[in-house]
């Protein structure tokens, strides 16, 4: 059976990604290495660096751009993170960091959900299960 190694996101700029992603989110870099102009850079949970690795992707595609766009414009997140306490890492992101949330925080079935901004032309969505 297959292992999750790599989950890309396409990012406008793989710099301003990498600060938001670490400084902001608390991921870790895990590899920074140039390729010609775009680098390889990876970054993983602080408390799992042999996990698997979010890829910081430029978005120079000419696919990924619209269809960026297009989630965007329908509030559609790119992907999940999960989180111990929905309410407070969105009081704490918009507060310290001055994120954007787009949605804040409210049930969703079985979890608690709330929708942020990446900085970088996405959306992200925020989870927590009921015991958090």
């Given at each position: 059976?297959?292992?999750?190694?790599?989950?890309?996101?396409?990012?406008?700029?793989?710099?301003?990604a990498?600060?938001?992603?670490?400084?902001?989110?608390?991921?870790?870099?895990k590899?920074?290495?140039?390729?010609?102009?775009?680098?390889?850079?990876t970054?993983?949970?602080?408390?799992?660096?042999?996990?698997?690795?979010?890829?910081?992707?430029?978005?120079?595609?000419?696919?990924?751009r619209?269809f960026?766009?297009?989630?965007?414009?329908?509030?559609?997140?790119?992907?999940?993170?999960?989180?111990?306490?929905?309410?407070?890492?969105?009081?704490?992101?918009?507060?310290?960091?001055?994120?954007?949330?787009?949605?804040?925080?409210?049930?969703?079935g079985?979890?608690?959900?709330?929708?942020?901004?990446d900085?970088?032309g996405?959306?992200?969505?925020?989870?927590?299960?009921?015991?958090?």
């Amino acid at each position: 059976m297959p292992a999750i190694s790599y989950c890309s996101v396409f990012v406008d700029d793989q710099e301003k990604a990498l600060r938001f992603y670490t400084d902001v989110l608390g991921f870790v870099l895990k590899h920074d290495v140039p390729m010609g102009g775009p680098r390889w850079l990876t970054v993983t949970a602080p408390d799992d660096p042999d996990g698997t690795q979010l890829l910081l992707e430029p978005d120079e595609h000419p696919a990924v751009r619209p269809f960026k766009a297009a989630l965007v414009e329908d509030g559609i997140p790119c992907t999940a993170f999960e989180v111990d306490d929905v309410h407070a890492e969105v009081q704490r992101l918009s507060t310290e960091h001055g994120v954007t949330v787009v949605q804040p925080p409210a049930p969703a079935g079985p979890v608690t959900i709330a929708v942020i901004d990446d900085t970088c032309g996405n959306l992200l969505q925020l989870f927590c299960s009921p015991a958090s």
